[in-house]
């Protein structure tokens, strides 16, 4: 005969052991956390969570890295002027076509644009190569899943 709390604590281990598979990163889509990484100086700088809703990308920053300069969106105009950088969206709009997701917006607090952007998963799903465009000007960086 079993007992309750035998029986409560097994279903607890399970329903944990469920959790966790489910929250493995699947190195086919962009959702989860990235390591930032400045394209010029080549150092991390935030991570980003980025979550996906009926299809569309979305992407804050969730925390800042060590050496971070700035903490709030001193460049940012209007509504954002001095606002702190964690919990700010930066990536939005993006969806999947073919292996890359385009037609969105990416948002640069270091300069304080928003810029056509696209994202493609590289290296297994362990890299994804991010692009931001204005007219003829590009700028990519390349962020690190957080594991």
Do not use: H
Request: hydrophobic letters at 35%.
């Amino acid at each position: 005969m079993k007992t309750p709390s035998l029986s409560a604590g097994l279903g607890a281990l399970c329903g944990l052991l469920l959790l966790a598979t489910a929250q493995a990163a699947d190195p086919n889509s962009p959702v989860g956390k990235w390591k930032t990484i400045d394209d010029k100086s080549g150092k991390p700088k935030s991570i980003v969570q980025i979550g996906e809703s009926d299809g569309v990308l979305t992407g804050k920053i969730v925390e800042l890295l060590e050496g971070a300069t700035e903490k709030t969106c001193s460049k940012c105009e209007g509504d954002l002027k001095d606002k702190p950088l964690v919990g700010m969206r930066i990536l939005w709009d993006l969806r999947k076509e073919g292996n890359e997701w385009t037609g969105g917006k990416i948002f640069n607090p270091a300069d304080g644009g928003t810029y056509t952007g696209k994202a493609k998963l590289t290296d297994g799903g362990k890299t994804l190569d991010v692009t931001g465009s204005w007219m003829f000007i590009k700028r990519a960086q390349q962020w690190r899943r957080v594991e």
